[in-house]
């Protein structure tokens, strides 16, 4: 990254704003940026399970595989207002099934394995006590595929149809997606708040993923228009902390600091603040590592750092390598002027005078 020259455009948050409004109609469409946040976090979650519950189930650790059958009761009963109950909780255990309604009179198997064998394997278990119940079933791993299409042996003659009664995790998010916005808040509510301690340190990489996405559709000029940095403050902060390679990165990307501030702006405006957990995953990266380094190293060690948790986002649309280094740049730098990073000297003022 050190030495690049920055590539020269310039752009308007109008651009930015219009972007982001498609992508909420793609999702539902006029309810805000919440929506898209609250959807992504859950496609984000759910898909992270599966993928747990496939490389563990691989290696024959099933502890997931029995928590999924807890969550999925939650989630469902949040989604359709059912009263599930898990069934492996109580002394007579039905096998075959893991969850019931009795209420709704539905009966479900929760499962890691989608085949033909394995739903007829539960079906045809004794289920008679259960006599004129919806049959439904959940895959928690892989894809339903053509089971839907399927003819199934149903010996005790349980309410079911392939088509509609099976579910996967493509399935539940496509439901996920048409909820209103209150009940999808519900439902983001109940996955954050069994996966919250994973998740906070994802959101990280979503924010930063949003940003730089927004970032790379601008075209950058030499003059970016608006507030305009304190020139002598910088300069007094770069000497304070020994940045002498890394000054031609701040004097390059300094020019981008109010486009930024509009992008978090206008964010901010509608609700999404991304700046905050975006400032504050630049300021974990240099703390981190602060002990141990200082001056240049330092400085490309903490843009090193941001540019991989993009990079390893699910989240991160790629976008060409030149690019998202620029993107990196303006963010790490605009960090620096905002006193997030680095030692200020006494009397330090960011912003303009």
């Known amino acids: 990254m050190q030495g690049r020259e920055p590539v020269s455009v310039s752009g308007t948050v109008r651009v930015i704003v219009c972007c982001y409004k498609k992508l909420n109609k793609a999702i539902r469409g006029t309810e805000g940026m919440n929506r898209i946040d609250y959807f992504n976090y ?23 595989h029995l928590h999924s059958e807890d969550f ?10 059912w009263q ?16 019931a309604d009795s209420v709704k009179k539905i009966v479900i198997q929760v499962s890691s394995t989608a085949t033909k064998e394995k739903v007829e ?25 053509k089971l839907r299409s399927a003819k199934f042996t149903n010996p005790h003659g349980l309410l079911f149809d392939p088509a509609t009664d099976m579910y996967d995790v493509p399935k539940i998010l496509n439901i996920v997606k048409e909820l209103e916005v209150e009940k999808l808040h519900t439902v983001y509510e109940l996955v954050r708040s069994e996966f919250g301690a994973v998740a906070d340190s994802l959101q990280l990489e979503t924010n930063l993923a949003h940003v730089i996405g927004v970032l790379a559709k601008e075209s950058f000029s030499a003059g970016s228009g608006g507030v305009e940095v304190n020139e002598f ?8 902390n020994d940045l002498n390679a890394a000054r031609d990165y701040v004097d390059d990307y300094k020019l981008h600091y109010s486009r930024l501030d509009r992008i978090y702006t206008e964010f901010d405006r509608l609700g999404v603040n991304k700046s905050q957990s975006v400032l504050g995953a630049i300021r974990s990266e240099y703390i981190k ?23 390893t986002s699910s989240n991160f649309v790629l976008i060409p390598r030149e690019e998202l280094e620029q993107c990196v740049a303006i963010l790490v730098v605009d960090a620096f002027i905002r006193c997030k990073i680095f030692m200020n000297p006494s009397g330090y003022e960011h912003v303009t005078s």
């Open 289 to 311: 590592n602060k002990a141990e380094k200082s001056g240049d190293t330092l400085f490309f060690v903490v843009l090193d750092a941001i540019e991989n948790r993009i990079l």
């Open 233 to 240: 403050e910088i300069d007094r902060k770069i000497d304070f």
């Open 42 to 64: 859950i496609e984000s979650k759910l898909s992270y399970l599966v993928t747990r519950i496939e490389i563990r189930g691989a290696t024959n650790i099933l502890d997931l």
């Open 84 to 99: 599930l109950e898990n069934l492996n909780g109580v002394a007579q255990n039905v096998p075959g099934v893991d969850l």
């Open 121 to 145: 394997s539960a079906l045809t278990r004794d289920l008679s006590a259960y006599k004129g119940h919806s049959f439904k079933f959940i895959s928690i791993s892989k894809s339903i595929g």
């Open 72 to 81: 999925y009761k939650h989630l469902f009963n949040a989604l359709f207002n």
